[in-house]
C-alpha cells in the first residue's frame, strides 16, 4: 500500500485519492469505522481516513495504520504551544440552544477538548448533543476531537439518574455495590454501563472513587465503596475493568480513579474544599500505607487511565507514615496533592509506578492550593506540572499556563509529556476515527430491559436487614392479608409529595399490599428515612434531624410506638439510629435502591444478602472519639452502635431470613 505523506506531490494525489464526505462505513479487513462532518475523507487504496488538517495529504497521526506512538508524535509536532496548553484543561460543556452548538465558543477557540458534561436529557439528546461539539471540534485547524467527560450518572448520586425511558439503567450507589460484597457484580455494571455511556459519546468519567471511608463524618462517605480496604480495592479493580476493559479502546470509558491519596481521611468530617479541611492528618502510624493506598494500588493495576488527587495537603502534625521524608526536618511538603511532587512523581509514579496522567481536582490549582496560595498563578500550575499534573479541571483560562512555560517556569517537554498522555487517551478511544453516534441506537442500547433487570438484581442483593424482631419478615402472602400498612417518606416532600409517589409504586408493585391513609386504621407501618448532608454547607453531622434533612423524627418514633413499624434509613452517611432504630420492629438500610426492590425483600421474594459497608457508630461521644484515619472495624468496641438485641451494627453486618 502506498501512504501518502505531506511531502507527497499534488500530481499523486490526483491519482491516488479521491474525497468523500459523510462516509461512515466500516471497512471489513480492518475493521475500522470513519465518519467525517466538516472535514474530507481521503481514500487510500480503497481504505478511508480522515483529513483533520483539511490539507488533501495523509498525514501520520490520520493514519489509523500507523501505532499510537508514532501518530501522537506527528500531531505533537505540527501543534502550537497554544494547542497543546488548551488541551491541558477540563471546562465545562459549551451551551446549546434549540439543539444547536452556540459558536463561537471561547473553550473551543482557546483549544480545550475536554468537556464535563451535567446535563439528564435522554439519551438521544445527549448523542446529538456531543455530535454538534465533536462536528465543531472538527473544524478546528487540526481537526482535534473532543473528550466528553461525566460524573456517575447510573445512581442516585453524581449526575443523579433519572427513572424514566431515555435514560441509563440504574442501578444502586457505591455502598450498594460494596453491600453486595460481589466484585463481579461491579464489573458486569461497568460493562454494561460502558455501552450506554459509549453510545451516547461520553468518554471519560470522573470515578470512581477509591477512597476509604475512615471519617464517618465525611459528607463523602456516600460516594465510596465503604470503610474496608480490600473491599474497596476489589471494587475499584473490577468497575475500572468493566468500564476499560482489559486495554483501552474504542469501546472503552476512560477512568479518572479519585481522591489519591485517599480523601477519607479527614478531622472532623471537615472537607478541604474548605479552608477548615486543608490538611490531611494521619493520627495513626503507617495508616496511610495500611488503610489508604491499596485501593490506588489496584486502580493500577486495573490499568485506570487517569488518577485524581485530592485538595488537601499532607500534615506534619501526623503520626509517622513510612514514606521517604520529605526533608531532614520534615516529613511531608505541606502542599496540596496535585502540587506535590513527593506524591506523584515521587511515590504514584516511582514506587507504584503510574503509567497514566494525573489529573487535577476541579480548581484546584486556583482556588485551593493549599498551602501555595503565596504562589502567583503562573508558579503554582508550573509547581503542579513539574510535581506531575497533567491536566487540570475547571480552568477557564489557559494563559497562567502559557505564561509559566514564556517565564521558563516549565518546560515544553513537561508540556509535551502531558500532552502525549492525552492525545493517546484520544486515540486509544478511537476519536481520531470516529467521534459521532447514532441517536437512535444511543436510545435502543439504553432502554435495553436486559440491563435494568441485572441492576434490579444488584439493588435487591444491595440491602442490608439489620433487624427483625418476632421474625416479623417477610411478610409472605399469608402474613400480607392481615396487614393494613401505613406508608410515610421523610422528607415527605412539598405536600407530602414524596409520601404519595412511594405509595403510588407500591400499589403499582405489589397490589396485594393494602396501603391504608392513616395510622389509626393500620396494624403495620412502612416508614422510609432519607437523610442526607449537603457538603457544601459545611457542617458535618451525622443527627437524624433538621440538619439533614429530616424535620419529624419526633413523628416517626410516634408511628414506631403505634403499630410495628418496618423502618429504611438510606445509609448515604452511616447515621446516629440512636432515636429511630429502639421503637423499630424491622430496621432495613438501603444505599439508593429502588422502591421495588425494598418490596421484594419485605414481602420475601428476595431473602436478604447485604452486608453492611461500614461501622455505625454508637452515639455522638463515640463519633467524636473517632480517628479519622483508620476504619471503624479498627476503632474501639465502645464505637460500634448495639441494638435491644444485642446486636453490633459493625462492618460486615447483615441478617437474613435463614
Known amino acids: 500500500m502506498v501512504i501518502i505523506y505531506r511531502k507527497a506531490v499534488p500530481c499523486i494525489l490526483a491519482i491516488l485519492l479521491s474525497i468523500q464526505l459523510w ?12 465518519e467525517t462532518r466538516t472535514k474530507a475523507i481521503l481514500t487510500v487504496e480503497g ?7 483539511d490539507n488533501g495529504i495523509l498525514d501520520a497521526y490520520e493514519n489509523w495504520e500507523l501505532s499510537d506512538e508514532e501518530r501522537v508524535e506527528n500531531l505533537l509536532s505540527l501543534m502550537t504551544l497554544e494547542e497543546k496548553i488548551g488541551l491541558m484543561t477540563i471546562n465545562e460543556y459549551p451551551e446549546i440552544k434549540e ?7 471561547k473553550f473551543l477557540d482557546q483549544h480545550t477538548r475536554y468537556f464535563i458534561f451535567r446535563g439528564t436529557q435522554s439519551a438521544d439528546v445527549i448523542t446529538n448533543y456531543n455530535n454538534e461539539l465533536q462536528a465543531a471540534a472538527e473544524a478546528s485547524r487540526l481537526g482535534i476531537p473532543a473528550v466528553i467527560v461525566s460524573n456517575p450518572r447510573n445512581h442516585v448520586l453524581g449526575t443523579p439518574n433519572i427513572e424514566e425511558s431515555g435514560q441509563f439503567s440504574y442501578w444502586p450507589g457505591t455502598l450498594g455495590f460494596a453491600a453486595t460484597r460481589e466484585a463481579d457484580l461491579a464489573k458486569e455494571f461497568g460493562q454494561i454501563a460502558a455501552k450506554e455511556w459509549t453510545a451516547t459519546g461520553i468518554r471519560k468519567m470522573y470515578g470512581y472513587s477509591a477512597d476509604v471511608a475512615t471519617d464517618p463524618l465525611w459528607a463523602r462517605v456516600e460516594e465510596t465503596f465503604g470503610e474496608h480496604p480490600e473491599l474497596v480495592s476489589g471494587m475499584i479493580y473490577n468497575v475500572i475493568r468493566g468500564f476499560q476493559g482489559d486495554v483501552l479502546n474504542e469501546n472503552s470509558v476512560s477512568q479518572t480513579t479519585r481522591h489519591y491519596p485517599g480523601g477519607g481521611v479527614r478531622t472532623d468530617g471537615r472537607d478541604p474544599h474548605f479552608k477548615e479541611g486543608q490538611s490531611n492528618i494521619y493520627p495513626t502510624p503507617g495508616s496511610l500505607l495500611k488503610y489508604h493506598m491499596p485501593p490506588f494500588q489496584a486502580a493500577i493495576e486495573a490499568d485506570t487511565t487517569a488518577i485524581m488527587p485530592y485538595y488537601a495537603y499532607p500534615s506534619n502534625d501526623s503520626a509517622n507514615q513510612g514514606l521517604p521524608p520529605f526533608s531532614a526536618t520534615e516529613q511531608f511538603e505541606e502542599v496540596a496533592f496535585a502540587l506535590n511532587e513527593n506524591f506523584i512523581n515521587g511515590y504514584l509514579r516511582d514506587k507504584l509506578h503510574f503509567l497514566g496522567y494525573v489529573n487535577s481536582d476541579t480548581s484546584a490549582v486556583i482556588d485551593r492550593a493549599w498551602g501555595a496560595q503565596n504562589l502567583s498563578l503562573e508558579e503554582r500550575f508550573a509547581k503542579a506540572i513539574n510535581a506531575g499534573t497533567n491536566i487540570f479541571s475547571g480552568v477557564p483560562n489557559p494563559e497562567p499556563i502559557i505564561s509559566a512555560v514564556n517565564q521558563g517556569l516549565v518546560k515544553e517537554e513537561s508540556v509535551n509529556r502531558s500532552v502525549k498522555y492525552l492525545l493517546t487517551e484520544m486515540m486509544k478511544l478511537g476519536l481520531f476515527e470516529n467521534p459521532y453516534k447514532d441517536p437512535e441506537k444511543a436510545l ?3 432502554n435495553d430491559p436486559a440491563s435494568q433487570e441485572r441492576a434490579d438484581e444488584a439493588h435487591r442483593k444491595s440491602i442490608v436487614l439489620l433487624k427483625n424482631d418476632n421474625n416479623l419478615l417477610p411478610l409472605n402472602d399469608e402474613k400480607i392479608k392481615n396487614v393494613k400498612l401505613y406508608v410515610e417518606k421523610f422528607p415527605s416532600g ?30 403495620h407501618a412502612f416508614v422510609w428515612m432519607l437523610p442526607w448532608q449537603d457538603l457544601f454547607k459545611n457542617n458535618p453531622t451525622l443527627v437524624i434531624g433538621p440538619d439533614t434533612g429530616i424535620d419529624q423524627v419526633d413523628r416517626i418514633v410516634e408511628i414506631q410506638k403505634t403499630v410495628p413499624t418496618l423502618t429504611a434509613i438510606n445509609m448515604s452517611s452511616p447515621w446516629l439510629i440512636d432515636k429511630v432504630e429502639p421503637n423499630a420492629a424491622v430496621v432495613i438500610s438501603t444505599f439508593g435502591v429502588k422502591p421495588e426492590a425494598l418490596i421484594d425483600v419485605i414481602r420475601g421474594k428476595f431473602n436478604p444478602t447485604g452486608r453492611l459497608p461500614f461501622t455505625i457508630p454508637a ?10 484515619d483508620i476504619p471503624g472495624y479498627d476503632e474501639d468496641p465502645s464505637y460500634m452502635y448495639r441494638d435491644k438485641n444485642g446486636n453490633r451494627y459493625e462492618y460486615n453486618f447483615g441478617l437474613s431470613y435463614e
Open 99 to 105: 439543539n444547536k452548538l452556540v459558536l463561537p465558543n
Open 494 to 523: 412539598e405536600n407530602g409529595q414524596n409520601t404519595r409517589e412511594l405509595k403510588e409504586r407500591i400499589r403499582n408493585y405489589d397490589n396485594s399490599i393494602i396501603i391504608v391513609d392513616s395510622l389509626e386504621e393500620a396494624t
Open 23 to 34: 462516509v461512515p462505513q466500516a471497512h471489513a479487513q480492518n475493521d475500522v469505522e470513519v
Open 619 to 628: 452515639s455522638r461521644e463515640a463519633v467524636n472519639n473517632q480517628v479519622g
Open 47 to 53: 481504505k478511508r481516513y480522515r483529513d483533520l488538517n
Open 444 to 446: 435502543a442500547i439504553v
